[in-house]
């Protein structure tokens, strides 16, 4: 070894050092702990389709916020305006029971478009929370008795349990009227 320096070059050198270890591995770290949440939310995607098929087909029965109250997440039903959410969902009344679904998709916020909206420190955070908090949107058709419609359903996880976080049903048809039965029962006058 050479002779040291007067200036403490090599003391700096050493600092800088054990700091860029140190971010190494907190990138690193950050990486495969979002990575394992990403992969969670992954192997989950089939359990939170049918929950929000689910609770849609539950809805669509009566068309009463009271029948899916057991899934809504607690700030959600802690802060839901009752009279004003259901006469919004009294005009979707006509559109009839669930039958079946279409198109069924389910997207988190761990994607790369995501990363590219981080654009300030507030929208980083927002992103960062919804993928922590295990955020997920299944959307769908849903071909009603009487009708179709767009539906879009977020989960959020809660005490490990994915909760309703937020619910939008959009009409793509207008509600046909309900068939007319042509066949009567029969009467038996035996």
Known sequence: MGPRNQDGTDMIRSIFSILGVLFAAIIVFSASFFGSVALDIDRQSPSNQTLAVKITRELSLRWSL???????????????????AQRS???????GPLRDVNDVSHRSRWTK????????????AAIISEILSKTVTVTFVGNFATGRARVTVELRSENGAMRLWHLQ????????????RTTYPKISHA
Not at 89 to 95: R, S
Not at 113 to 124: D, G, I, K, L, V
Request: charged share 25%.
């Open 169 to 180: 049903i959009d009409s793509i048809d207008r509600p046909r009227p309900a068939p007319i």
């Open 113 to 124: 478009e995501a990363m590219f909206q981080m654009t300030s420190p507030a929208r980083a």
């Open 89 to 95: 969902l009294d005009a979707l009344k006509g559109l």
């Open 66 to 84: 009271l029948d899916i109250e057991p899934y809504y997440a607690k700030s959600i039903a802690s802060n839901r305006s009752f009279p004003e």
